[in-house]
């Protein structure tokens, strides 16, 4: 067992897919090569999860030992931002040096980072103040092979270790299903649209039920910088991303309007 | 009952409350005065479900009917964004000219914007292209009193009707709990975190279990042009938010450490 001491780096590390999913176990056998490694992760699949919190119940924590490898395992009923929260006031013993979120099974590209529950972990740990990442790779394969991404995964995660981020900002990292990366690019969210979106699913005694599902499209397929261009043609994408959402650009003609006294 | 025909405004009511929160009634009714009104809701609350998504079980539609004001109602068994995407799919006879959510019990300022089910109704609606407002108010009592907003509900509503919004651009409009409003301001997400956020909770046979609570702290309590500064001193916030969440200023020093080809 490895010991605590101040000069070994603490990672948190989290996901939406559960305890059990082969991303999470990738990246917490990665991030044992940069410090000691604690895990809080759903007890089962919390895909599409957003940011979102659990008000209504009380949330299970159920706390799995060590395994062999040195890393702690706490296994959480609530969602990925549950976890994040119940991870430091109640399982770390200091406040973690990093945050690290996936690896996700399907990529989070574009507006898919606001359904995201891998990115409403890194969101949580930013909200924070915690320096934070997510990675996540363009397949639903349970089969896929990680290994082509292992050394951008760790070139991130060491340069957020030594240098930080700034404040309230993270990063998304994106990879394509390849087998050897074409390189990193640091990119911008790409404007994107899903549409058909729901199908009629059978039910015995006739009641309206839909399955989600869709197409995603890009709606500036030509633009060179963004996160969705960098997957198409083999890159990671590294996108920076903020908490704060105001559309300054859009205050003052409201304001002119809108103000009252 | 309203006929649909080409000059009559049809507008979208959703919240995260859930059908039979007076907050959305009270919307509804008001959105009366506007146009032809169509509320799709959830079957219960739906508290704290931000941008989530429900990608693994089917999602119920119920068709209600339409009550003595002429309002269509429809619960829906997903959360708030899914809400939206049935509207639009499956209950809407088109686009509707607007998307209007809430009135929440409970503000949705600061940073809770990422965890609020009512602004996650209205981001999905700006994915879609739509004109869209979230309207929330700083109590948790169903017994409030909503009159004292009426005005400034119409009014925003009224301007985005005529006008629009910038592309990507949707409105994020909170009250304070008070009889008579200092006025309106048109403003800034604040810098907030919450800390203090899980209870232990007693379990019969020693599990685990933490309720979520937490305290918020606004961490620019001078800055005047925020929304909680504006809550705090008796105005309506008013703040306009966009879809990308990228952090340009990040880009750059990023790419010169990250990029590799």
């Known amino acids: 067992m490895k010991q605590d001491n101040d000069s070994e780096k603490l990672i948190l590390v989290v996901n939406d897919d559960g305890c059990q999913a082969r991303g999470i176990r990738h990246l917490a056998r990665l991030m044992t090569r940069l410090g000691r490694v604690v895990v809080v992760a759903p007890s089962g699949a919390r895909s599409g999860a957003g940011c979102s919190i659990t008000p209504t119940q009380a949330v299970h924590l159920m706390r799995l030992g060590m395994d062999a490898e040195g890393i702690e395992w706490v296994s959480c009923g609530g969602t990925p931002v549950d976890c994040v929260k119940l991870a430091l006031e109640h399982v770390c013993p200091r406040l973690p040096d990093l945050v690290v979120s996936g690896i996700n099974h399907g990529d989070n590209s574009s507006i898919c980072i606001h359904y995201s529950g891998t990115m409403g972990a890194v969101l949580e740990a930013t909200m924070k ?133």
């Open 129 to 261: 103040g915690l320096p934070a990442i997510g990675y996540s790779l363009r397949t639903f394969s349970q089969q896929c092979n990680f290994l082509p991404f292992d050394q951008v995964v760790l070139q991130v995660a060491s340069h957020v270790l030594d240098e930080g981020l700034p404040q309230d900002v993270c990063l998304n990292v994106n990879f394509p299903e390849v087998e050897r990366l074409q390189g990193a690019r640091v990119t911008r969210m790409c404007r994107g649209c899903w549409s058909g979106e729901w199908a009629p699913a059978h039910h015995p005694r006739g009641a309206e039920y839909y399955w989600l599902t869709g197409r995603f499209d890009n709606l500036e397929p030509e633009a060179v910088d963004t996160d969705n261009w960098a997957l198409d043609h083999g890159y990671a994408s590294i996108t920076p991303i903020q908490l704060d959402m105001t559309a300054y650009r859009a205050m003052e003609a409201l304001a002119d309007r809108l103000t009252t006294d």
